[in-house]
């Protein structure tokens, strides 16, 4: 018995068929299937919860005609889109900053917030008190809201313990959410986020290699915890470039993904020492210099851009254009956190047009099969295709474009969130 059948689409936007992730003047050509003279558009995936067939209705139709499946999805009228990935997320914590909003409307900035005790280790303070129930809850709350705005892969950072205990706790909320909801998770440790009180930076660089990440490595290696990726922020008066790497390094010599913030506030040349190292990813790049442009261009590190971050912080916004004229591929990400709370890709893909000048293609390309590629997961998420995840959304529109188009309406579009074949999110 096969698990799913979709039929009678208007569209089926693949995205990426066969290509893998879009960089440069690729990404403002997404694959799409166009149902035609009353011919629909049909998706089969099986019992393990992969796409197996992708064709005109006719022809899964006669491919198909004796199966049996456990749902069945009529889209006449829809369109088919696959899940969105959030490629840069940080949910697991306590303590709300909604004080914080209020400050920065009146202008102070994320570091004078930071340096008066605000911010992250305000957030460090109240996630340290909570119990793995407590930020369970939080985090599951969250997902869910994700999920049904259409995101099926999130990457979920640790970031707000400081200290072993308190980090992997988060990483432990994180694996748990992973097992227990029907959403994809890749687990990034942050355990270099911003400097304890108390501690130089140099002190809590080495507590990271000589403490946190010994802990994490055993865990990881007796199969009790798993983590995809290591993140570090890398910043003025925070991680400098030659603790960075120190930090993603280590992490890279356990087996994680270098995936970390760079060239946020301050250009540090961070892009081309993550280049250099390899990097799966970096993100933010407000800063980045053209020279860092082409190192990660010619790395084949993924670019993640978070246009809510440049709009509530009110920073100058990466120079998105030059990065993808120069080759690279960009990803999306929402950076939710207490910092800044969006929880909606559909939302991001929409500012990062009119904040980034990205065309509608590659937003889509960006929150799909290029921020699977920033967790190395290009090769199972972010398109249809047949052998993938079988993640996607349906929308209630004849045409993609409606998504972002239509500013903050994606609970009215999106009639069906689906993740490894399973209808995980019905609008009725």
Wanted: glycine share 10%.
């Amino acid at each position: 018995m096969k698990k799913l059948l979709v039929h009678s689409a208007s569209q089926l936007v693949t995205v990426s068929s066969g290509r893998g992730k879009l960089g440069g003047s690729d990404m403002r050509c997404v694959d799409v299937l166009q149902a035609e003279k009353g011919r629909g558009l049909s998706l089969v995936v099986d019992a393990q919860g992969l796409i197996e067939g992708i064709d005109y209705d006719d022809v899964i139709a006669r491919a198909y005609g004796n199966c049996q499946f456990q749902n069945t999805v009529d889209a006449t009228g829809h369109c088919v889109i696959p899940g969105f990935v959030d490629a840069h997320t940080h949910p697991v914590w306590a303590g709300d900053r909604l004080h914080e909003f209020s400050m920065k409307l009146e202008g102070a900035t994320y570091m004078e917030i930071h340096q008066a005790g605000g911010g992250i280790h305000y957030t460090v303070d109240h996630t340290r008190n909570a119990s793995d129930d407590e930020l369970f809850k939080g985090l599951c709350g969250r997902l869910r809201q994700m999920l049904q705005a259409g995101t099926t892969l999130v990457e979920c950072k640790s970031g707000y313990g400081l200290e072993a205990e308190t980090e992997l706790k988060q990483l432990r909320v994180i694996d748990r959410a992973r097992m227990e909801l029907p959403v994809d998770i890749s687990s990034t440790f942050l355990g270099a986020h911003a400097v304890p009180k108390g501690k130089s930076s140099e002190e809590a660089t080495n507590d990271v290699l000589n403490v946190q990440l010994p802990r994490l490595k055993s865990l990881m290696d007796n199969g009790d915890l798993k983590v995809d990726n290591i993140d570090v922020f890398c910043e003025k008066g925070v991680f400098d470039l030659q603790q960075s790497g120190r930090i993603l390094q280590a992490g890279k010599s356990i087996g994680l993904n270098l995936n970390f913030h760079g060239e946020e506030i301050t250009q540090l040349k961070s892009a081309e020492m993550g280049a250099d190292l390899g990097a799966l990813a970096i993100s933010h790049l407000e800063e980045i210099s053209d020279d860092g442009i082409s190192a990660m261009a010619q790395s084949g590190s993924v670019a993640v851009v978070l246009p809510t971050t440049a709009y509530i912080l009110r920073l100058k916004p990466p120079p998105v254009r030059k990065m993808i004229d120069e080759g690279i591929a960009v990803a999306l990400g929402s950076d939710f956190n207490p910092n800044a709370y969006c929880l909606s890709m559909p939302m991001v893909m929409h500012l990062a047009c009119i904040l980034f000048r990205m065309s509608m293609s590659e937003s889509l390309a960006a929150a799909t099969i290029n921020a699977a590629a920033a967790l190395g997961k290009e090769d199972t998420h972010g398109s249809l295709e047949v052998g993938k995840v079988g993640n996607m959304v349906i929308l209630e529109t004849d045409r993609w474009e409606n998504i972002i188009y239509q500013f903050g309406c994606q609970e009215k579009l999106i009639k069906y969130v689906i993740t490894h074949g399973n209808v995980v999110w019905q609008n009725f």
